[in-house]
């Protein structure tokens, strides 16, 4: 089993939007998905508790109950494990870290966000697990292609010394009514630019 972290230990950044659109088009793609909400708020339960499908599963625990919970996954034949966890807390980021083999550190494109995610990279290069920045929440392309903030987010965080995801999030209508549904937007608006 794989297990994917989803790491920002800022708030805002869309850790839950994008776990549960990973988690769903993983089971789409024909995978056994675990998504597991350790954040207190509790976004992503009540997000699949408004869901008709029971795929991808869910299951809602402590940071501290990660590793038994990732074992019983591996052990119950999962190919996947999502793991969204909370902002602030650093204990359970770096213990996300290092039980995941791949941590995802979204960021939305403005200033503010893109200095506040230095704990997170650091927390990310201390454990040595492979990451990568996704640049979530982004004006959408024009017919010029990139916006620049988008395009000068990219500049800014080399410093970081992470690769950033090639493919940016852009800000969609879509992923919020899917969410209200209980759905991702590939299933809300399969032919839509957020599905896209």
Request: hydrophobic share 40%; net charge negative.
């Amino acid at each position: 089993m794989k297990t994917i972290g989803m790491i920002a230990q800022k708030g805002g950044s869309g850790k839950t939007t994008l776990s549960i659109h990973v988690a769903v088009q993983a089971s789409l793609s024909g995978l056994r998905v675990l998504l597991v909400d350790t954040d207190p708020q509790g976004s992503s339960a009540a997000w699949w508790r408004r869901r008709s499908s029971e795929q991808p599963e869910l299951i809602q625990a402590d940071g501290d109950e990660l590793q038994e919970i990732l074992d019983g996954a591996a052990g119950r034949g999962y190919d996947l494990a999502v793991v969204d966890t909370a902002p602030h807390d650093s204990r359970h980021a770096r213990t996300c870290a290092r039980l995941s083999d791949w941590v995802c550190i979204p960021t939305r494109p403005a200033i503010l966000d893109l200095d506040a995610i230095r704990p997170t990279t650091d927390l990310v290069s201390e454990t040595g697990v492979s990451a990568v920045i996704v640049l979530n929440a982004c004006p959408p392309p024009t017919a010029y292609g990139e916006p620049h903030i988008v395009t000068e987010a990219r500049e800014a965080l080399r410093v970081y010394r992470i690769p950033v995801c090639e493919a940016a999030i852009s800000q969609r209508v879509a992923f919020s009514h899917a969410l209200i549904g209980g759905q991702a937007v590939t299933e809300y608006e399969t032919a839509g630019k957020g599905a896209q």
